[in-house]
């Protein structure tokens, strides 16, 4: 999958700078969701909220077992990773469409989708804003943001036994093995990862929380003195 360059824009720095950091404004939530009772991800979803990186379909409700599409899929990686487009300067005002064929320039999700693409989130063009993404699919794309803009090195493992491992598409299991080394997500009590199942809003918080903890526990080394 590639990114679609846009010649239309200037980059005042690298990608990379854009994202050194992953510290989030901390929001006090106005209001709790109400619909978490039965959700085992509970405190890690508030906790999001509490932070303005999940938000709800409406101001109380979170629906945490509708299945996430790729806009919100994206939306919710483009909060968790802390992109945005502060060091990049448009000779033209950008459209969600100048990057995804298929996307609203009218949407919610518009400013989500060109921000992911400016930071080199890797996306196909013919994205499809609303279909429904499966396990194995955010999974990649979360991982592989996450490890891009967190300067977190890529572990080389030995793989761990998946019993469902051959559902999974060949590009994305790199990711998974490492999001297992992450504690970012679990196999079954049956060894597996059901990569083809859609993935639920709870499941997606869940995961985001989970990488951002790992990112606490594991901080980007500082330079030492005369290195660059």
Request: proline residues 6%; glycine residues 4%.
């Amino acid at each position: 999958m590639k990114t679609k360059t846009k010649t239309k824009m200037i980059i005042l720095s690298t990608i990379t700078a854009l994202s050194l950091t992953f510290a989030v404004p901390s929001y006090a939530a106005t209001n709790p969701f109400s619909d978490l009772t039965n959700i085992a991800a509970k405190d890690k979803i508030i906790a999001l909220q509490e932070q303005g990186i999940v938000h709800g379909i409406s101001d109380d409700s979170f629906a945490p077992n509708d299945t996430i599409t790729a806009a919100q899929g994206i939306k919710l990686i483009v909060n968790a990773a802390n992109l945005n487009l502060d060091l990049v300067r448009f000779l033209v005002e950008p459209k969600a469409t100048d990057y995804f064929k298929n996307a609203d320039n009218d949407a919610w999700y518009a400013n989500a989708l060109i921000t992911a693409s400016v930071n080199g989130v890797e996306l196909p063009a013919d994205l499809d804003p609303n279909k429904k993404w499966t396990r194995e699919e955010f999974t990649h794309l979360l991982i592989s943001t996450i490890e891009t803009h967190s300067n977190l090195p890529k572990l080389k493992l030995a793989p761990i036994a998946i019993n469902d491992s051959s559902d999974i598409t060949i590009d994305y299991d790199g990711s998974i093995q490492r999001a297992l080394a992450y504690n970012v997500v679990k196999l079954d009590e049956q060894g597996n990862f059901h990569p083809k199942s859609d993935i639920t809003r709870a499941e997606a918080a869940e995961q985001i929380y989970n990488v951002l903890e790992y990112i606490k526990a594991h901080p980007t080394p500082s330079p030492q003195p005369g290195q660059e």
